[in-house]
């Protein structure tokens, strides 16, 4: 095997090569035989652009927001599944809990069955426009937003009475759509979960387009469909939304398990129209 300490020593010293280029038919020769390693099975060094195309290989999701009546697309951004989510799908993989503090909620036969919006993913006074990075250890929004609110005193009150999000109970329909709540002392409750578009007990993910399926890059994916509506969430400032995991129990009409499944935040949306809705397809692949 060719000496190379002692070639450059003797070329160096005959001043036949210089430091410099000496060095760079060095690094070459090393280079070459990385990859004649790396070409044999071995272990090979993945160079920080590899490192990010392996990155993006792990579950994701995309949010599309849409004009819910035109369908166009107004935004579009990536999303964090957390941690915890990504630790319980391996644990139903392998039936086998982590034995760490990562580790998902037992609750058996949980889904992802609800989702939340809020107004933390952005400071709204100062900066509405730059949204907080969310974390993997995330375990709920910054600040929910309530989709709609009861309130018994509603009809005694100017400001509730003309408020689209505010009613002074719900109807049985609304009790099927509506979750995740807050009792509050003057009697109102807050409700900041919601079902998927048209979403039932017995057909949990309503209108959503559900497995997408790629047979020519091999990708698959989930699609599903949500909806704020133009009588939701008014008066306030938007700017993240989640989904949660649970599983529905049809004897109390709750859910049961409920942990933050994933999180995005995003510029801040103002719902103070009356005629603003938004269309919200959330996709999550592998």
């Known amino acids: 095997m060719l000496d190379f300490n002692r070639l450059k020593k003797s070329l160096l010293d005959k001043n036949v090569i210089e430091l410099e280029t000496f060095n760079k038919i060095d690094d070459e020769i090393m280079n070459e035989e990385k990859h004649k390693i790396s070409s044999k099975g071995r272990f090979k060094k993945i160079n920080p652009e590899e490192a990010i195309n392996l990155e993006d290989r792990r579950v994701r999701g995309k949010v599309l927001f849409k004009d819910p009546e035109t369908h166009e697309?107004?935004?579009?951004?990536?999303?964090?599944?957390?941690?915890?989510?990504?630790?319980?799908?391996?644990?139903?993989?392998?039936n086998k809990s982590i034995p760490s503090n990562y580790s998902a909620d037992k609750t058996a036969d949980r889904s992802i069955a609800l989702f939340s919006v809020g107004s933390g993913g952005a400071d709204v006074n100062n900066a509405a426009f730059t949204p907080y990075s969310p974390k993997f250890s995330d375990k709920d929004l910054g600040e929910k937003v309530p989709f709609v609110i009861t309130n018994p005193d509603k009809e005694n009150s100017d400001r509730l009475a003309n408020d689209p999000s505010v009613f002074e109970s719900l109807t049985e329909s609304q009790k099927n759509k509506y979750y995740i709540t807050k009792n509050n002392p003057d009697g109102s409750v807050y409700y900041y979960g919601k079902r998927f578009a048209n979403a039932t007990d017995k057909n949990p993910l309503g209108d959503s387009k559900g497995w997408v399926i790629d047979q020519d890059d091999g990708s698959v994916a989930f699609s599903l469909k949500m909806f704020i509506d133009k009588t939701e969430c008014r008066g306030t400032m938007v700017n993240e939304l989640g989904l949660w995991l649970g599983k529905y129990d049809k004897n109390t009409n709750n859910f049961?398990?409920?942990?933050?499944?994933?999180?995005?935040?995003?510029?801040?949306?103002?719902?103070?129209?009356?005629?603003?809705?938004?269309?919200?397809?959330?996709?999550?692949?592998i």
Not at 75 to 91: A, G, P, S
Not at 262 to 275: C, G
């Open 256 to 285: 049961n398990g409920l942990e933050l499944a994933s999180r995005i935040t995003f510029d801040t949306e103002s719902l103070s129209s009356l005629t603003k809705g938004i269309e919200i397809e959330y996709i999550i692949y």
């Open 73 to 94: 697309v107004l935004m579009e951004k990536d999303n964090l599944i957390l941690m915890r989510t990504r630790v319980w799908l391996l644990e139903q993989l392998f």
